[in-house]
């Protein structure tokens, strides 16, 4: 499973988003705000699933702000700190 | 008597990191000490050891020296009352002759969250079952009730971190209501490695000591400790020839109704809950000689605060305490009004602890030295998970 | 102090609201259901009350409620079913304070937080199980539904939990910087409980609660939620009644004192730790009923005996008390239904500790 759709699932299923479907989060909308309208619970809550599926840190919500804008941009940040 | 009624505090029990009683605490304030470190009692797998305000072990505190039946809460909160009923002049035999209540906030002291107990539980393995005839034991209310055979109702408020101002606040509406000649009130609460965790992930802790309204504030720091005040009527009072350390006047509270850990960014609840305390006991903002804020160091909650007290109280001085104690959870409201009541009888207040560099998102900053007070009432207020906010305004006394 | 009473809602073991509640009542059947839980060494089937709460999607969109555990969803359950009741789902409340008794608190959220820690260590251990952990959750999460902005309070005193934190409530109301208070106790069983239980008391072969067998460990572990909503005596008739007395005491001080013509609903659930305070301190003769045979035994249990009290004042009458034994309890107790002769219901609890609270209502 390719990073990205691994973060729908984890989204769906550790944020309690059981009303949507994978297909229903599209890669470039905005997880914060508006688009999936997550908020500053599901931003911690999402840097623990992270580390613990991906073993990735996000040290602060600096870091976490920028990851954060979409799950393409989560998918980079997560692959780039894999592969480094 | 009339719903805003005065009541009279009479004692004053304290400790924390900060000092093992209150006189020990309001020095270290004024002299600037900051006990921080990381954990010593637990350790933690985080590679960042955050630093807390934990009460050392030379502090004496009940049952601190030997393996106890109740848990390390409830052993502060009595050792707390009992600093308070001898400064109230509380004889054991009057307290146990009269409607005395016992109203103490917490979060740890009603939590059953044993990590040995329950690791033992999970592996099948057949524990002890002391962790849980401990946690059944150690109510904070009750403990104190049944340590000093007090007879009024008994409350353990768990309202997050603004139970100890709470149960201040509501502990003097039983006097108010004539159920109870007298009441300890106040709050208690321990450190340990679940709130610590729970606190780092929610990424509001700072990995170095906290710096409330900083511009380079990152988080809080946590911290133990309880306070007691003993709250009774100003006639019961003046009848056994007890001065008053200072005046109950009013407590409001309302709800933010928004986010389950998040303040409302308009401060709405924290305005509302002004609003009714001054209302209640017919003061305004003029008659204020300074502000205990919340004040925890994170970002979110010092933007709120500074927003709300520039708005209803411009010009009146404010300070955050946590730069001395950690935030103490369950015993942060207490801990504070008892501070607050001490810096009305000095007329000063200290420096706002880790305060150095104003932001300039923020529309007021606390004091940074020393400071007069001018006026002869305070507010002490907290802000909770949930959206809990709590203010008390308390009057000079009798000295 | 008089505190009118204007809506009930309730989620047990039978299911959730009055109408379920009445039916319950009448039927004095109990909805007990089998859980393993392994203690002693062994597996061992063990009774229990469990509650669903299904009904609450509704009123809530189920994303709104996606952080909202079982904690509090009863919680959130019983308040809309009062307000429901109340006819007074609809309106602002701005001035609506909500004050929570629980028992235990947010049990299952505080061992899957620990849960979280031991799968993968304090590194990932789950903000959002931390925040639903700490008791007040369940309060907080009606006051962000409703939008109730007035004062918020949780309390958790064990079996005296519900009088302790109705005292506030009524305080509340009398001094009017609100209007109404939603007012619940709540608690939830979870498999520490089970466990526990299991250790403390050993396997429970009795297939129903006998409350007033007082020497009998029958109790059975229940959860659930009772809610009301409160106003002020505005002078007219409410739809349940009033609260009119609430005492808190300790039997080293004396018992409770209970006025004549009073008929008592006894909170005793099967533990005999303090089963035999009832007889010991209620005066040989007088009317009592108890119904934890139909809900199941948990620290808010007074919350139950309350709303039953409530509906019995509206209906009445006196529903019969479940009982698969004859009565040797020394006090007038029915197994039938009967009529109110006064009306005049004291919800009674004692804690194992000797501590107790008596919750008087009356019909007018």
Known sequence: MNTNDKLKDIIIEELNLEDLTPEEIEDDAPLFGD?????????????????????????????????????????????ERIAA | MNPNTPIAVTGIGCLCAAGANLKQCMDSLFAGRQK??????????????????????EFTFLGCDQKSDILRTARLAVTAAGEALGNAGWSPATMQEKRVGVCIG??????????GFYRDFRRGCHPEMNAITRFLNSNPAQVIAREFGLKGPCQTVVNACSSGTDAIGLGAAWIRSGICDAVVAGGADELCRVTYNGFISLMIADDSICRPFDAHRKGLNLGEGAAVLVLESEDFCRARKQPARAMALSYGSAC???????????????????????????????????INAHGTGTPVNDRVESKVLYEM??????????????HTLGAAGAIEAAFTIACLEAQKIPPSAGFTTPDPELPWSPVQHETDVNGATAISQSLAFGGNNAVLVFGKGDS | MRTAIRGIGIVGGFGCGVDKLNSALISGENTIQTIRVKANGRKTEMPVFLCDTTALEGFIHKRALRRVDHYSSMAVLGSYLALEDAGMLQINHQKTAVVIATGYGATRATFSFLDSIFA?????????LFANSVHNAAAAHISILLKASGPNLTVSQFELSVPSALLSACQWLEGRQIDAVLFGGVDEYCDVLGYSWQRF???????CIEPLNWDLQSAIAGEGSAFFLLTRDDGDQPKYGFITDIQIGHIANGGPDIAGGTTLFLGADGHKLCGPLYPHYIPEGMRAASYTSLYGSFPVNTAFDMTIAALSLKENKIFATPGCRPNKSGLRISHLEQDLESKLIGCLKFGCNGEFGLVMLAGE
Do not use: W
């Open chain 1, 35 to 79: 688009g999936l309208g997550l908020d500053s619970l599901d931003a911690v809550e999402l840097v623990v699933q992270v580390q613990k599926h991906f073993g990735v840190e996000i040290k602060n919500m600096e870091e976490g702000r920028f990851a954060f804008r979409s799950i393409n941009s989560l998918g980079d940040f997560i692959e």
């Open chain 2, 36 to 57: 921080f470190a990381p954990p010593a009692r637990f350790s933690s797998s985080h590679p960042v050891r955050y630093p807390v305000f934990e009460i050392p072990d």
């Open chain 2, 106 to 115: 917490t979060t740890v002291g009603s939590a059953m969250n044993n990590e």
């Open chain 2, 256 to 290: 933010d109704a928004y986010h389950l850990t998040a303040p409302a960014p308009d401060g709405r609840g924290l305005k509302q809950a002004l609003l009714a305390a001054l209302t209640a006991c017919n003061k305004t903002a003029a008659d204020i000689g300074f």
């Open chain 2, 313 to 326: 109280l411009p010009g009146v001085p404010f300070l955050s305490t946590k730069g001395y104690t950690g």
């Open chain 3, 120 to 128: 993968d260590g304090d590194a990932c251990a789950s903000p959002t």
């Open chain 3, 201 to 207: 008391f050993g396997s429970n072969q009795n297939p």
